[in-house]
């Protein structure tokens, strides 16, 4: 998502901002930060500049005064010849500012860290707890995690088996919601390998998720016949491309990949507790102590 938002369009942002009178402190600078940017902001030929919202902003802890603001930016695609449809695509981005000087990121001096990279909005509302996410628990509990992951990300077939298993064991406690999200650059077989869970999933094979963290698969290809030839044997599927391509299966693809994008999400796993990015990935354990 970073590569694609930094193709699309340029922030140039520049320690200034003057705040205008309107109702509220917080909606004058909002207001002026929005207006700031659609300035500050370059979009290239193929695309046009709708609108820009705040989604969501953070205050600092150790920056008081200072807050992050996560953007939502929609852009229009110029029509083609052939197209009729005017097509809106939205990017994400989040910048910082205390109310009269914007800027684009803090670097931390000692560790040259960027403040940025570790911003996360929260999850808001019941839009990321859907019933065909739930891939365990139940949705009445306590506890409600979001799980962000890729199947052949080395990090998540160590991280996600026991997840899995901590909320197998306390279903009552524990509501995981999953999410996919293949890191395509790094996994060329990622995208083949989720839609074939799906496959299988919509077939009413049980534990389809957890059976493929247990086989690790590491093809390095994106041959989908290869793929799913090695999926088939590990899972006991008979699984096609004609399969993986349905669109109820594509849909429900694109709708992941669309929530990874709208909590700007980069890697995997990324982790959710109750709203809020778990950075350490190990608040369910605690929890599930209490």
């Known amino acids: 998502m970073t590569r694609l938002m930094s193709k ?39 695309f046009k500049l709708q609108d820009i919202r705040v989604k969501q902003s953070k205050e600092l802890d150790k920056l008081p005064g200072w807050k992050v603001y996560f953007l939502d930016i929609d852009l229009e695609v110029n029509k083609k010849k052939k197209q009729k449809k005017k097509e809106i695509m939205t ?46 628990g139940n949705p009445d509990a306590k506890m409600k995690i979001v799980a962000f992951s890729d199947p052949i990300c080395p990090f998540c077939q160590t991280y996600m088996p026991k997840l899995l298993k901590a909320v197998k064991e306390n279903p009552d406690k524990i509501a995981l919601y999953y999410y996919h999200f293949p890191l395509t650059m790094l996994h060329k077989e990622a995208p083949t390998i989720i839609k ?75 982790i959710y507790v109750n709203g809020k990015k778990d950075y350490s990935r190990s608040k369910y354990k605690e929890m599930i102590k209490k």
């Not at 910048?95 to 996360?120: C, E, Q, Y």
Request: proline residues 1%; glycine residues 6%.
């Open 8 to 46: 699309l369009w340029i922030l140039t942002l520049l320690s200034s901002g003057i705040v205008s009178a309107k109702s509220t402190k917080e909606e004058r600078v909002e207001k002026n930060l929005v207006e700031y940017v659609k300035r500050a902001i370059n979009v290239n030929k193929d």
């Open 91 to 136: 990017v994400h981005d989040k910048i910082f500012s205390n109310g009269t000087f914007i800027v684009r990121d803090f670097v931390n001096i000692i560790n040259k860290g960027s403040l940025k990279d570790k911003m996360a909005p929260d999850l808001e509302g019941k839009d990321f707890y859907k019933a065909d996410h739930l891939l365990y």
């Open 196 to 270: 074939a869970i799906l496959v299988a999933e919509n077939q009413g094979i049980k534990d389809v998720v957890e059976k493929v963290y247990a086989a690790k698969f590491a093809l390095d290809s994106d041959d989908d016949k290869k793929i799913l030839k090695a999926f088939n044997k590990a899972i006991g599927t008979k699984i096609t491309e004609k399969d993986i391509n349905e669109q109820k299966i594509l849909v429900h693809y694109s709708e992941d990949l669309e929530a990874a994008g709208k909590l700007m999400i980069g890697g995997t796993p990324t």
